[in-house]
Each structure stands twice: as C-alpha cells, then as structure tokens.
C-alpha cells in the first residue's frame, strides 16, 4: 500500500502543538527560575535549541510521532516507509529548532511539494497515519 | 494513553525540570554570562502601601520594589545599581522600608540613584541613600521635611445639621477625627511624631551622604532645590541624564565601555492599569475620602 503523504497544514498544525509544548517546558521553567535575568539570548538560545531537537529526534526515532504530530495523525517514516535511525532524526530535526532555516528548509513544502529539504538529505517522508 | 504518547509527556516533563534546575544553576553560577550588567530599577510613583491606596493613580509598591533591590544587590550577575528615580515622597514608614534596602545593596555594589523630574522628600530620602546621586539639572528635589494633615469639617458639617455621635475607649481614640477640630495637647502630640521622624530623615540623609547634621537641617525646612542647586548645596553629586548615572555605576562597578543594563520594573496588574485610568481627579478624591472616613493618621515625607 503506497501511504499518502502528510498534508502541509497538518505538518504546520503539528510544528504549532509541538513549540507550545516546548515554550511551556522550557521557556516557562526557565523565565520562574531566572526571574528578572530571563533575558540572555545565549541562555535560553542554548537550551532551547538543545531540546527541542533532542524532544524530536528522539521522539521520530522511537515512535515516528511527535505528540504535536500524533495529535493530528501523521508520522515520520524512511524512504521505504520504515523506521527511521536516531541519526536521519536528527538530521531533519535540526532547522525546526531555527526559525529562519525552517522557512528555508520549508520552501519545497510552501510550493506544493511533499517534503523539506532536510528530509531528503535525511531520506525520510512524513506520511498520514491513522494506526496506533 | 498511548505509550508513545507518555513518552513525549515525560521528556517534556523532564526538560521542564531540567530547565528549571539550569535556569537556577546559571543564576547562581552565572559561568555562561560572565559579563555583568547594570540593573536600572524604576521608582516612579508616590510611596505607598499599594493595597492600602484606594484609586492610586500612580504608587510605589514597597513589597515589589525591596524585592527587586535585594535581587539585583544578591545577584552575581549584577554589578552596579541604578535607581531610576521620579518621585514626591508618600508614607514615611515605608519609604524607610526602601532606604533600608537601598543600604542593603550599597554594602554589596555600587548605587546611583538617579532623578530625571522629580524626587522629593521620601524620594529624596532614598535617592540619597544611594553611594552617588546624579541629578536632571532642571529636576526638583529636596524637600526634606515631614507633614502631618487633617481634614477638619465640623464647620461644614454642623451648617448642614450633621452631627457625629462618637463612642471610645481611650481618651485620644478619635484623634484626627474630621468632626472636630485637633484639641492643643493631640497638636502636640503629632508634631512630637512628627519631629521624631524628621530627625529619622535628617539623619539618616546625613548618614548616607556624609554631611554634617546642623548644615543639613538649614536646607531641610521642606523646601524644593533644582538639580544644579542641589548640587552645589551638596545634597546631589552631579548633573547629568540617566545615562550618566549608568555609566557612572558601571565605572564604580569597575566595568569598561558602555555597561549592559537590564530593567528591573514592577509588575503592573490589572488593577493597576485601571488605578492609572482614574488618573489624577480619581486619586485626590480618594485621598479625601479615605482621610474624612478614617479619621487617622499619616505621617508623610
């Protein structure tokens, strides 16, 4: 069975879910314990970027699925539809922590085509997926 | 729950944790930031007890304020202080509060206080407990006395029939009273705690600046000095801007260049905002009505 790639808003739904749940357990923790420092770029750049791309690799990698990406059911998959590696993960997982990149990263998706960049660098597809 | 799903909510839970332990770590050991900052904490607003200033439209909340002070005194990643400061004074008592935390921080690092238009009497008490005092030239400050005042409306009230039937314990219990006027012996004894906390004020001014107690009170009389007078009466160190008392702290700080300054203000509720909306005419009308229906004391700077 040939599975249907994911959808471009689902994929924007699921980055959306996903940063608020990264800014809540990160950017929230931080802002109480620092208080009024709550301001250093090279802190809370550090450690943002740091886990956001180790909450999604980690999660492609072990389950295919972000939570933002099992709330609106699709999955990441390898070229032949398999589990990816821990290592393709983390490839494609790297411009979402970078806003910038992602947009860059993102082009093919916003002209209609069905993958980022990274995702071929990876060799991985984000496909709908109605399984458990 | 799905498996999977407990999985993220538990990375997720962990990251919370993980970043609230290194938010705290590199608070306390600031080995990523070595470079210190000046912290500039605003005190704009009439000193006061907020909770206790019905239709304020503009106060100083001490408890948000101290805090703030301490914060930025114990903080490894402040150097230097600068209190931005634009007031006319308010309750003695709690203005003291803030000199005292202006002393905790001046034992830790340097303080400037600076005065962009305003800082009087308890503003002034505590911009002077600052190392320096850097002052708009034009700017008004001084002020330096103590007043206590009572709204007598017995006259008003007896021309419209309205008389005050009173019922206490103690002989002084209804002293201050809006349906009388002060008796000489209550006079009295205002203008003993009144003169009690000038001699805290002119003290602890002369204290904090190093000036001679005698020559002090001859320009603590309540009157109002522009900056520069200020200045050369020895009340004030310098004139210049706001920028001026932050390079200044950095200096004294033993910072080079032009320091970084990160701003330390309260927060502003709702509630606050809406005080702001009543502006002006809401907040003088709720001092009367508060002193006419309390009938206390208050002793101001």
């Not at chain 2, 439209?57 to 001490?62: A, L």
């Not at chain 2, 509060?97 to 400037?112: C, F, I, L, M, N």
């Not at chain 2, 203008?191 to 020559?215: H, K, L, T, W």
Request: net charge neutral.
């Amino acid at each position: 069975m040939h599975a249907q790639p994911a959808s471009f808003r689902k994929r924007i739904y699921a980055y959306i879910i996903d940063q608020l749940l990264l800014s809540f357990a990160i950017g929230y923790p931080l802002s109480l314990a620092m208080g009024d420092f709550f301001d250093s770029a090279i802190l809370t750049g550090t450690l943002t970027v740091a886990f956001s791309i180790i909450y999604w690799a980690y999660l492609d990698f072990a389950f295919g699925q972000s939570l933002g990406k099992q709330a609106v059911r699709i999955r990441t998959v390898g070229a032949a539809g398999l589990k990816i590696s821990l290592l393709q993960a983390a490839v494609r997982s790297v411009s979402k922590a970078f806003i910038v990149l992602l947009f860059l990263d993102s082009v093919p998706l916003i002209l209609g085509r069905d993958f980022r960049f990274s995702d071929r660098l990876a060799g991985t597809k984000v496909i709908e997926w109605e399984g458990r | 729950m799905e498996n999977k799903t407990k999985v993220g909510l538990l990375i997720l839970a962990g990251m919370f944790l993980a970043s609230l332990l290194a938010g705290a770590l590199l608070k306390s050991y600031p080995v990523v930031l070595p470079v210190k900052k000046v912290a500039v904490i605003e005190l704009h607003g009439t000193i006061g007890d907020v909770s206790s200033l019905f239709f304020a439209s503009n106060s100083i909340d001490v408890e948000q304020t101290t805090g703030l002070i301490r914060s930025a005194a114990d903080s490894p990643l402040i150097g230097a202080i600068v209190l931005d400061i634009n007031s006319e004074g308010g309750s003695a008592s709690v203005t003291q509060t803030v000199v005292d935390a202006v002393r905790y921080a001046r034992s830790k690092k340097p303080v400037v206080s600076y005065v962009s238009d305003v800082g009087a009497s308890g503003g002034y008490w505590i911009a002077a407990s600052a190392n320096k005092l850097v002052v708009a030239p034009l700017a008004l400050t001084g002020s330096i006395g103590v007043i206590s005042d009572f709204v007598d409306a017995s006259g008003f009230l007896a021309k419209y029939g309205i008389s005050f039937q009173t019922v206490k314990t103690g002989k002084y219990k209804d002293m201050g009273s809006p349906s009388r006027p002060l008796t000489d012996e209550e006079k009295k004894i205002v203008q003993d705690i009144s003169d009690q906390v000038y001699e805290e004020f002119v003290n602890g001014i002369a204290e904090s600046r190093s000036m001679d107690v005698a020559y002090l009170k001859t320009l603590a009389q309540g009157q109002v000095f522009l900056g520069k007078q200020a200045v050369k009466l020895g009340l004030a160190d310098s004139t210049g801007a706001k920028d001026d008392a932050i390079n200044l702290a950095g200096s004294m700080a033993g910072m080079t260049g032009t320091p970084e300054t990160v701003q330390f203000a309260q927060k502003k509720s709702l509630q606050d905002v809406l005080n702001q909306l009543a502006g002006t005419f809401g907040y003088a009308f709720g001092q009367g009505v508060a002193r006419v229906s309390s009938g206390g004391i208050s002793v101001s700077t």
